[in-house]
């Protein structure tokens, strides 16, 4: 990526609903320069989808928490399907899957506490495959808007 396309991902980061004549405006480039580089970093995987960011309160899930899930035995297949069912759960924001002391984080929003905990009780601890899980409640979270490409290593 040179400068510019990291210019545009970045503007498109901060904006994507901003026209293409608009970027190519800031950026000081001709609008079908603009339209090509936006398609070609595309057609990459460097832009990978354009998203609407949400209040979650105003979605009604006002608490959101980190729950730290450790699953036996480790094999690809209990990985996979417990990866599988965790994604489809409408609590759930997103899954990652990590080394260490835990196998996953799961981010999740619900309404308040008492969500929280039934949610734990009902959906997680009748899964065979979870030998242990914590959750972590979320006072903030802060995210920076933009990521930018870091310098070869």
């Known amino acids: ?15 994507a609903r901003q026209t293409n004549r608009e970027l190519a405006r800031i950026l000081g480039i001709a609008p079908s320069t603009c339209l090509e ?10 832009i990978t989808g354009y998203h609407a960011a949400v209040d979650l309160r105003a979605l009604n899930r006002g608490l959101q928490a980190l729950l730290s899930v450790q699953v036996r035995p480790l094999s690809r297949e209990v990985i996979e399907g417990f990866k599988s069912y965790v994604t489809e759960l409408p609590e759930v924001l997103s899954v990652f899957v990590v080394a260490g002391s835990d196998d996953f984080l799961v981010h ?10 039934a949610f734990l009780m009902d959906r997680f601890s009748k899964r065979r495959e979870i030998v242990n899980f914590r959750s972590s409640v979320i006072y903030q979270h802060v995210s920076s808007p933009v990521a930018r490409p870091l310098p070869p290593a």
């Open 1 to 15: 990526m040179d400068e510019l396309d990291s210019a545009i991902v970045e503007h498109l980061q901060r904006d």
């Open 37 to 46: 580089r936006v398609r070609a970093l595309r057609q990459r995987g460097v």
């Open 108 to 117: 999740v929003a619900v309404q308040d506490v008492d969500q929280l905990h």
